[in-house]
């Protein structure tokens, strides 16, 4: 599999055509407001701890999270960073999702999102705050395309289009230690 890494600072339009587009914007929050919502939302939401069924038997989710709906009870740090991402993207989501990577043993495994739960072509925006992680993305389709970006934090990651369908994306976990990370994820949903 050809893996592209790629650091740094500067936006890259990483997919754009008929598989849909995925798209990194650096800075779309400023560093010390990142520093403060990081700590603000590390210390006033409640984590959840998640279990999903695998194969025969009820596993913990490796990250914390916390979930949301604009219907209401959405805390206000957490609204005025989805106005960000609406007024940067032009656009409007209606489900909030934050996730908790304490350790580099928190993860999320390959998957995409599931289509039938967002609109038709809708959009999937992660905001990422703390610890820079990396996001690796690959083609379904093989042979596969792949590559991986560091998420800094207040960065913004785009999946659009029809990018659920043809690519599928992880947090690996890592084998040094890392500093936790939280990441915010806008979808639109049905
Ligand atoms: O935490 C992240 O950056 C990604 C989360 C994710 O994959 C998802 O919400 O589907």
């Known amino acids: 599999m050809q893996q592209l890494a790629l650091f740094g600072t500067a936006e890259r339009i990483f997919v754009d055509d008929e598989s849909g587009t995925v798209a990194y914007y650096p800075g779309v929050l400023d560093a010390s407001e990142s520093k403060r919502l990081f700590r603000h939302f590390s210390q006033s939401l409640t984590w959840t701890r998640e279990t999903m069924w695998m194969y025969d038997r009820t596993v913990s989710v490796p990250r914390l999270i916390a979930r949301f709906s604009t219907d209401g009870g959405m805390p206000a740090e957490v609204t005025a960073v989805q106005n960000r991402v609406e007024n940067f993207l032009k656009a409007r989501f209606n489900a909030v999702s934050l996730q908790y990577y304490r350790d580099a043993n928190d993860s999320v495994a390959w998957h995409s999102d599931h289509t039938e739960d967002l609109i038709d072509k809708g959009i999937v925006a992660v905001v990422s705050l703390g610890a820079v992680r990396e996001m690796h993305v690959r083609s379904k389709a093989r042979p596969r395309r792949a ?38 994820t806008f979808r639109q949903k049905r």
Do not use: Y
């Open 147 to 184: 590559f991986a970006c560091a998420l800094e934090p207040g960065s913004l990651f785009v999946m659009a289009g029809r990018a659920q369908d043809f690519w599928e994306h992880t947090i690996p976990k890592l084998r040094q230690p890392v500093a936790p990370r939280i990441s915010i």
